[in-house]
């Protein structure tokens, strides 16, 4: 790479046997370079495909601020949530054997900060709707103050991007406090009366109970969290300081 001095305006792309562009705003040129080799080996192409789909759902993760703080919570600190997210996902996901990743085998949340873990109650689903009732506790650790329901999706479908929530987004939060829907306030077990899923009209949100090892289009996880142990809803990701392991749930059918 050579600096170029004396030049009036902006060279950019090719000319003769150099490539023009700017770094830094200094102009530079480079010798051009016909035969650069893109390696295409079958495990290079799978990795590819496997990294390809890690960012993209990392990129979704890194625009839900609430997710965000999950990972920012096992994050060193010399890495951000993202490259946490894509390093983890791409270690441990299971990918299927064209390499892609499914919604509901990727690596939502990898948290276990000794909170009891969630129990799947009865399920059901009509309408494009979910419903939980009895959602319980078991196991050691702290209750929980209330849980995240992470939406996530294989694409964004909508028509127009623009219409959606977090745009081109593959993942949705909704938060639920104790406070606010328990049974009983402060207590568990607790009951979510209904939970919409966002996208709801391109999606096909229901399905049978125990055909979860299958690639679903869209997958619903439920991971509790933990503030100071007011049952209250968190007022900022920031609110949240532990979380437990995350569920995947699913419905008894239609």
């Keep these: 790479m050579a600096k ?14 150099f490539v023009f562009s700017t770094w830094k705003g200094i102009q530079v040129a480079k010798a051009y370079q016909p035969n650069v080799v893109n390696p295409r080996s079958e495990g290079q192409v799978a990795q590819r495909t496997k990294f390809d789909y890690a960012v993209q759902y990392g990129i979704a993760m890194n625009r839900v601020p609430y997710l ?20 983890r996902n791409l270690r441990n996901a299971t990918f299927e054997a064209d390499n892609t990743l499914c919604t509901n085998k990727i690596i939502i949340s990898d948290n276990n900060d000794n909170l009891k873990s969630i129990v799947n109650g009865a399920t059901s689903c009509a309408l494009s709707s979910w419903d939980f009732d009895d959602i319980a506790l078991g196991g050691c650790g702290d209750d929980p103050d209330g849980v995240l329901l992470i939406d996530v999706y294989n694409s964004n479908l909508l028509a127009d991007p623009s219409q959606s929530p977090f745009r081109d987004s593959r993942m949705c939060v909704t938060i639920y406090d104790i406070d606010t829907y328990g049974s009983v306030p402060g207590t568990w077990p607790m009951e979510i009366p209904v939970h919409a899923p966002q996208y709801e009209d391109v999606f096909d949100v229901c399905y049978a109970a125990g055909d979860i090892s299958g690639c679903l289009a869209y997958a619903l996880w439920l991971i509790p969290f933990y503030t100071d142990g007011s049952g209250s809803a968190p007022s900022s990701p920031s609110d949240i300081t532990r979380v437990g392991n995350a569920v995947l749930l699913f419905s008894t059918g239609v």
Excluded: D
């Design 4 to 17: 170029l001095v004396g030049l009036v305006g902006s060279i950019v792309n090719k000319a003769g046997n």
């Design 68 to 87: 965000k703080q999950l990972w920012s919570l096992i994050t060193p600190s010399t890495r951000v949530p993202y490259n946490e997210f894509v390093s």
